[in-house]
């Protein structure tokens, strides 16, 4: 999960009781500051797609247990999203789950002037993330050497358990 630490923690386990109940994945979830605004977003998914019905219902669940912790104590705007078919994976289990499909990956520092590469997941293993490039050669990368690491356009149900 990005964003602050102890704050999207403490959501995580806010929400993720409510999420299950409603037969929902907790995908990511984000604290941060755009502008003078703050925003929680709680990207949710599940087998066969998101609808807007399903963030509606997250967000009412969820809406009541957040204002009862407290977890946050500025002023924030909830919003509650399907991670779209173009998702960053962030967990261990995003690219175990992904394992063979495309990416996009784009480095913080470029390696030979290359910052964005457009290639199919192999593998990732303690941190490091290997991929195929389109010309058929491998790179491997710490995924902390990443800015992000997305889904590329193609059918997400091919990867559905």
């Not at 995580?12 to 925003?39: M, N, V």
């Not at 996009?104 to 290639?119: C, E, S, T």
């Amino acid at each position: 999960m990005a964003g602050k630490g102890n704050t999207v923690a403490r959501v995580y386990e806010i929400a993720l009781p409510c999420a299950k109940e409603l037969g929902l994945d907790i995908w990511d979830i984000r604290f941060l500051k755009e502008g003078t605004d703050w925003y929680l977003r709680i990207f949710i998914d599940k087998e066969g797609g998101v609808s807007i019905d399903d963030c509606v219902n997250l967000t009412h669940a969820i809406t009541k247990p957040l204002d009862e912790a407290d977890p946050i104590s500025q002023s924030y705007t909830l919003e509650v999203s399907s991670p779209g078919v173009e998702r960053e994976l962030v967990t261990d289990e995003h690219f175990a789950k992904y394992i063979g499909a495309p990416i996009m990956m784009r480095l913080i520092r470029p390696i030979d002037k290359v910052r964005d590469f457009n290639a199919t997941l192999k593998s990732y293993e303690n941190g490091k993330i290997t991929v195929e490039l389109e010309d058929g050669r491998e790179l491997t990368v710490e995924k902390k050497e990443t800015s992000f690491v997305k889904l590329d356009d193609f059918d997400i149900r091919d990867f559905e358990n």
